[in-house]
């Protein structure tokens, strides 16, 4: 069977109607899929749950030929993204255990951060890694334009540069998105 997959945007009764046979045809396949992976019927029903939302909240139309090969496909990059959120969060409560004083935050502040956090990685992994291990070297580590220069072996004025680029991306996109 094939499913053809309209904007979400706009009100389409094929793209729903698509998606609820896609859903009702393979979920249970996917949650077992997502299963297998974490070792946990509720964060796989969790998982499935935000396969089906991106398909959604997709803006292309997509024809599906393979619907469990397209699934596991939009389902791998839920699952990075999920494994990428569980990296972040550890980094952040290692810090929390390290610098205590950091823990006087309230638990909504604490979400807030971690959530602004979450959000900075994803623009930051749009950039090209030089661009992005200048930003971080800058912010994280304090090193100055020369210091970054050499340990990239670029020039100073790309440094400032990427730091301009790096900026731009997450100033503008947390704006405009």
Known sequence: MKYLLEPALSVNPIHSDSITELYQDHHGWLHGWLRKKLGCSHQAADLAHDTFMRLLTREDPILIQE????????????????????????????????????????????????????????????????????????????????????????????????????????YFALVID
């Open 67 to 170: 619907p469990r090969a397209f699934l596991t496909t939009v389902a791998q990059r839920v699952l990075a993204n999920h494994w990428r959120r569980k990296q972040i969060e550890q980094a952040y409560f290692e810090m929390l255990v390290q610098h205590p004083e950091a823990s006087v935050l309230s638990a909504e502040e604490c979400a807030i951060l971690l959530e602004t956090l979450l959000e900075i990685d994803h623009l930051l992994n749009r950039l090209p890694l030089p661009v992005k291990r200048a930003f971080l070297y800058a912010q994280l580590d304090g090193m100055s334009h020369a210091e970054i220069a050499a340990e990239l072996n670029i020039s100073i004025t790309t440094v400032k540069r990427y730091l301009i680029k790096a900026g731009a991306q997450c």
